[in-house]
């Protein structure tokens, strides 16, 4: 029986990476739809479910995207209502690739790199900020502070995390380049999680900073977010720093969602969202 992928994408246009991806992880056909909200996709949801029974159920699986990242959690939660019990199929939810790129990002600052009772401060509070800063915190960092230019935004952002997760986070600001120097100058892990195409820790942050052991960038669009990075690198060391570029973060991103991808065909009950997505990463980590 083949591998069918539901693709609900709550942009006009279900994107074509995550479907190049979804076919190179395995999976036979895509039926793609744009446009997903909470409200229209209940029955594409019972399209999948109600044409397989029992064990076939898991040939059926459905992937939620889309660049609007709590508008995607509202189709998860509407997916996850339309089932019937037992009567179900896998679901992985990863919005503008944020957790599987979040994922990723934590097991290459893991790398070899203990990262127990360390600072951490991520610069950039959005979806891929937060989520890294769940992985940190689960891996046991002393402290995580998540950043961006207005400090009013990240009190209300760890608020919601708190509210959400349970966790203590830190907010930060960020608004100048002697704010960025202040809030790195204890940290130990540095992650730039910024906008395409702006450097959000200037050379000047970095100058005699003796406490930052591991510095990674996810921003692949020049200028890239940390000043001397390059994307390709794979933990070299810079000053007494270790450094990890976008297209190394990349490279075990497309494996983290290739292999979540692949997981939801053995069963029809998995939910992968930005608490599951990373025990995947963590085990192709380990298998490599």
Known sequence: ?????????????????????????GVDNIIAHGGATRDN?????????????????????IFIGGSNVPASDLVGKAVKKAFFGPVSVSVMLDPNG?????AAIARKV???YDVKDKN????????????????????????VTLTCRSMERSKATVKEMKEHYGVEVLPGETRSD???????????????AGPAGVCVVPEMALEN?????????????????????????NGTEKNGMRYYGAIAIGNFKMKVHR???ASLFESNDAFLDETTIYDIACKIDNEQ
């Open 209 to 233: 900073n003796t406490s930052i052991e591991v510095v990674a960038d996810v921003n692949a669009v020049p200028p890239l977010g940390v000043a001397g990075m390059e994307v390709m690198d």
């Open 1 to 25: 029986m083949k591998k069918l992928l539901l693709h609900l994408d709550t942009d006009p246009v279900a994107s074509t990476f995550d479907q190049a991806v979804a076919y190179d992880a």
């Open 259 to 261: 292999g979540a991808i």
């Open 110 to 112: 893991l790398t070899d």
């Open 120 to 143: 951490v401060v991520i610069l950039g509070s959005g979806p891929v900020g937060q989520r890294t800063a769940l992985y940190m915190l689960r891996e046991g960092a002393k402290k």
């Open 178 to 192: 002697e704010a960025v120097k202040r809030v790195l100058s204890d940290a130990h892990v540095v992650i730039a």
């Open 41 to 61: 996709v209940t029955p594409h949801v019972h399209g999948m479910i109600f044409t397989r029974g029992g064990k076939n159920l898991k040939n059926s699986a």
């Open 98 to 102: 944020s957790n599987t790129t979040a």
